[in-house]
């Protein structure tokens, strides 16, 4: 695990705020986190369930921890729920995930209007069935001028995908003369980015042990704190989320300095 104690807050200043989580984003110094939402299939596996049981029991999950980070002040929150690479998988297992984003969506929509919360989709997600993208279009506009927590929904992504598609719309740009070639800049890559419109990461977190990104928002990343938990996803609440922060705060950012 990557954990660097330093002076933002002291370990019992942090854990004062357990008890009463409101607040505590903000407190920590947290605008923005992500999570790569790790160990459905090991969670079923462990109880002799379907692995679709491990899914739902991780929309679940899902839930629980958007209303936590939204009770927390967090101003984004990003979920890495369908990757690019996940088309791999089985197709009765891709179907049942469509199926629960489908359900979730539904569900949720006039949870996410009542709580101000804003949804924001970034990867290629048009690839998906139309009726599924129609839902998603709808939800991300009936949500969009909601200033609450954003949450962010990484469908069909990938990072190396995004860097690509990053660098050919600025390869475009140049050659319509709109950019100069030799002046670009790390910041007109971060505008060409699907997250160009969030604030800079700040909090990367991976359940279930394991311990690398998986081509999830490599770029965002590169000055972001990483915090990795055993706990499988299904079993992550807001009081998992709390710890995170709570690590978070007790780190010291030198952003390549001393």
Known sequence: ???RPGPKLSKAEAHSAAPAHAGLAPACGLRHAAIIMD?????????????????KQGVEAVRTTVRAARDMGLEALTLYAFSSENWKRPEDEVSDLMGLLRHFIR???DEFIANNVRLKIIGNYRVLAPDLVEMIDDIVERTAHNSGTTLVIALNY?????????TRAL?????????????IEAAHIDAMLDTSDLPPLDLLIRTSGEQRLSNFLLWQAAYAELYFTDTLWPDFDGNSLAEAFQSYATRERRFGGR
């Open 171 to 183: 390869a475009a740009a140049a050659a319509r003369g709109e950019v100069n070639a030799d002046a």
């Open 1 to 3: 695990m990557i954990f």
């Open 158 to 166: 990938g990072a190396q995908d995004e860097l690509v598609r990053a």
């Open 107 to 109: 569900a949720d929509v």
């Open 39 to 55: 160990g459905n299939g090991r969670w079923a596996a462990r109880r002799n369930l379907p692995r679709f049981v491990g899914h």
